[in-house]
């Protein structure tokens, strides 16, 4: 009986071990630590946050403005002065490409917003009401999805022009 009551109190202590543990890591936490496993994950992160730190400080840390034009030097291979060269106007490429990050930055977060201000309602609705006005919605959005994206923004342009 006593070998029996050792053993029931070592799993006693072994569940709340485990619940203690469990308590510790937080959803967030395994995510993060899973996250850090993944060595391609961990390089995409830093070269995003390497281009975003490039296209919000890309005023401070451009060596010319991108508009300044020098006819003098059209198409220069890089050098000191242009390390990626200049094109058919004499701007610097670096410079250029510094503050086209900016717009792609804005253009790439701008529209994840924008689906998220789209899609987050339609899949609230169409959850809190179920049934047929959910099969309605998720028809509607199968037919969205089985256009090509080309032949929407075309029909959209159009539209609007």
Known sequence: MSGLAASTGEQTGKTAEMESSSRRRSLWGDAIRR???NKAAVVSIAYIALVLFVAIFAPLLTPYHYEDQDLTNVYQSPSREHLLGTDQYGRD???????????SMTVGILAQVIILGIGVPIGAISGYLGGT???LLMRAVDIMY???SLLFVILVMTYII
Do not use: K
Not at 94 to 100: A, E, F, I, K, R
């Open 133 to 135: 006005v959910d099969t």
């Open 35 to 37: 996250l850090m496993r």
């Open 93 to 103: 490429v670096l410079s250029l490409l510094m503050y086209g990050a900016r717009v």
């Open 146 to 148: 089985a256009f090509p």
